[in-house]
């Protein structure tokens, strides 16, 4: 019943959305939108949830709908913060679009590295609960933002990543980064693998072993770098899952499940 339901949607409490602009230390203006906690506190710390893509593909902090579920991590305490770094298709003229060509991975991480370092003097973010995460685009960006930025970034999850731009498809990387015979370097370079040595926090890593996207091979190669530096984090793959992690009775519930409690237990919620 459509009365039910709006009656049910009258009651929901809303989280304020804020927008602002940083400024990194290099002078780039990076554009973020801040879900603020239901019933918040400026003079609480919150711990704050970074929200990243990063990649040319698409951007996040847009004035549209936030989902439910960034809804109930406002009610349960967090502060949610989606940033857009250079590349992504603001409408911020050629410049800023073509910057990340032969760049994923390093101007991109790099713009949301030093934005959240700006971003985190706000007075009411707590310094000692961040936690970054993203799917596909955004999980590579969440594993390069953990292996490059450990004192930032506390807790990460990331889901169906790219650990080694050398075998995602080309449709995709050539168009972004040229050939791997003429600039292997950027590849690697880009590449969170390349940085897993440096992994300090808490991460959980996500799957599909089915993934006809990001070939799962990509969480093995990962897997084998961290465990070489003896890097203990947590793997969770989805047997014959697909990009989506979707198929399967139960599988959005279990993995929804997963990443929330991962984040209340790393990154405990609520202003204090």
């Known amino acids: 019943d459509n009365k039910d339901y709006e009656k049910q949607m009258a009651g929901l409490l809303l989280p304020e959305v804020i927008f602002k602009t940083v400024t990194t230390e290099e002078g780039i203006d990076i554009d973020a939108r801040i879900t603020l906690p239901v019933n918040f506190d400026k003079d609480k710390k919150y711990p704050v949830l970074f929200y990243v893509y990063g990649e040319p593909w698409g951007q996040v902090a847009t004035d549209t709908h936030i989902g439910l579920w960034n809804i109930m991590m406002a ?25 990340i060509y032969r760049n994923i991975g390093v101007i991109n991480a790099l713009d949301q590295g030093q934005a959240a370092k700006e971003i985190l003097k706000l007075s009411y973010l707590d310094n000692e609960r961040t936690a970054v995460w993203g799917w ?53 370079k880009g590449s969170p693998i390349t940085y897993a040595k440096n992994l300090e926090g808490n991460l959980l890593y996500i799957h599909g072993t089915g993934d006809d996207n990001v070939h799962y091979q990509n969480a093995e190669l990962l897997i084998n770098e961290l465990v070489k530096y003896n890097k203990q984090f947590q793997f969770m793959p989805y047997p014959n899952r697909t990009h989506g992690i979707r198929e399967g009775e139960g599988t959005f519930e279990h993995l929804s499940t997963l990443y929330t409690n991962y984040l209340k237990q790393h990154c405990p919620p609520g202003g204090r």
């Open 75 to 99: 009610q349960k305490g967090y502060v949610i913060i989606d940033m857009d770094n250079r590349g992504t298709p603001c409408l911020k003229g050629s410049a800023w679009r073509k910057s």
């Open 136 to 188: 596909s685009g955004g999980g590579s960006m969440t594993l390069n933002l953990m292996f490059k930025y450990p004192e930032i970034y506390k807790t990460g999850i990331a889901v169906a990543a790219v650990s080694n731009q050398l075998i995602y498809d080309n449709i995709y990387q050539v168009r972004y980064m040229g050939l791997p015979q003429e600039n292997k370097d950027d590849f690697i």
